[in-house]
T-cell receptor, first 126, second 108 residues
Framework: QLQLQESGPGLVKPSETLSLTCTVS??????????WGWIRQPPGKGLEWIGS???????YYNPSLKSRVTISVDTSRNQFSLKLSSVTAADTAVYYC?????????WGGGADFDHWGQGTLVTVSS | DIQMTQSPSSLSASVGDRVSITCRAS??????LSWYQQKPGKAPKLLVY???SLQSGVPSRFSGSGSGTDFTLSISGLQPEDFATYYC??????????FGQGTKLAIK
């Protein structure tokens, strides 16, 4: 059974860099069928996609965050990571990692998040 | 960005009822629309992808329909565990993927 688990500091100071890691178990991050993504949710608000990565290292990011985001993958550890620089209070959110299913083979396109980690709250405060 | 607008933002219903939630895209997204269920303190759960395909393990009382700009998630015979917040998500435009603002389904 596939499981994803986020880890990292729960408190980050303004202007510093938020760093989180997602550990995948019960399946290989090197599967050709999937990307791996980060999504966040500010307290009491909706969902925002941050970015996604393929096991080869290919990435794409939300343009609104692109200048501050780096997502990387470590296939030897079955992990992928998120770095968000120059954080402010607006970056306070629950951060989720998720497996991204590519529906292109069957539907000619489309992608969705079919397995999620439990989420981790990151608070930006001095 | 493609804007996704859900309606209503909240609704109340009783166990056994049939309810529908609508998601409208700001431009055509073909059938690249997914639905998620989120309970308090939990991660979202994928219910429907490609507008009408039920994710494995999801009860058949959930169904999705639509194409282009207008989509619907329907739940027939509401169960107590269905009271949650529901989100739609488009993947026609990958930069960026966008979600609706959510619809909170509460017990009447």
């Amino acid at each position: 059974q596939l499981q994803l688990q986020e880890s990292g500091p729960g408190l980050v100071k303004p202007s510093e860099t938020l760093s989180l890691t997602c550990t995948v178990s019960g399946g290989s991050i090197s599967s050709s069928s999937y990307y791996w993504g980060w999504i966040r949710q500010p307290p009491g608000k909706g969902l925002e996609w941050i970015g996604s990565i393929y096991y080869s290292g290919s990435t794409y990011y939300n343009p609104s965050l692109k200048s501050r985001v780096t997502i990387s993958v470590d296939t030897s550890r079955n992990q992928f990571s998120l770095k968000l620089s120059s954080v402010t209070a607006a970056d306070t959110a629950v951060y989720y990692c998720a497996r991204q299913a590519d529906r292109t083979p069957l539907w000619g396109g489309g992608a969705d998040f079919d397995h999620w980690g439990q989420g981790t709250l990151v608070t930006v405060s001095s | 960005d493609i804007q996704m607008t859900q309606s209503p933002s909240s609704l109340s219903a009783s166990v056994g009822d049939r309810v529908s939630i609508t998601c409208r895209a700001s431009q055509s997204i073909s059938r690249y629309l997914s639905w998620y269920q989120q309970k308090p303190g939990k991660a979202p759960k994928l219910l429907v992808y490609a507008a009408s395909s039920l994710q494995s393990g999801v009860p058949s009382r959930f169904s999705g329909s639509g194409s282009g700009t207008d989509f619907t998630l329907s739940i027939s015979g509401l169960q107590p565990e269905d009271f949650a917040t529901y989100y739609c998500q488009q993947s026609f435009s990958i930069l960026p993927y966008t979600f609706g603002q959510g619809t909170k389904l509460a017990i009447k």
